[in-house]
Nanobody
Framework: QVQLVESGGGLVQAGESLRLSCTAS????????VGWFRQAPGAAREFLSV????????SYADSVKGRFTISRDNAKNAVYLQMNSLKPEDTAAYYC?????????????????????WGQGTQVTVSS
């Protein structure tokens, strides 16, 4: 079973960038597709992006397409979310989540329930 820890959040001004990291331990990391979600106060958890186990395929929510980039380094058991041109509405707690896809490089969907493993989250605050 994989354990996930997010890092890299913080307070930035609008237009600036941040890179979030999701570091995994336990399990065979290269078997897991990993997604990023966020949750603002009072709002539902929102899908942002997901990357396949081998890093070949990814998908993005329309709200972040063109601004956020997901990547992974299986040698470091890590997945990253590069966030550019940040806006105040990007303020939220950011979570990474994983699902074991075995040997298949499939792209999981955006539903929260599809991901059984979650980190504790890292806060991103964007000031105007």
């Amino acid at each position: 079973q994989v354990q996930l820890v997010e890092s890299g959040g913080g307070l930035v001004q609008a237009g600036e960038s941040l890179r979030l990291s999701c570091t995994a331990s336990g399990g065979i990391f290269s078997n897991y597709a990993v997604g990023w979600f966020r949750q603002a106060p009072g709002a539902a958890r929102e899908f942002l992006s997901v990357i396949t186990r081998d890093g070949r395929y990814s998908s993005y929510a329309d709200s972040v397409k063109g601004r956020f980039t997901i990547s992974r380094d299986n040698a470091k058991n890590a997945v990253y979310l590069q966030m550019n041109s940040l806006k105040p509405e990007d303020t939220a707690a950011y979570y990474c989540a994983a699902v074991d896809t075995g040997a298949r490089a499939i792209v999981p969907g955006p539903q929260v329930h599809q991901y059984p493993y979650w980190g504790q989250g890292t806060q991103v605050t964007v000031s105007s």
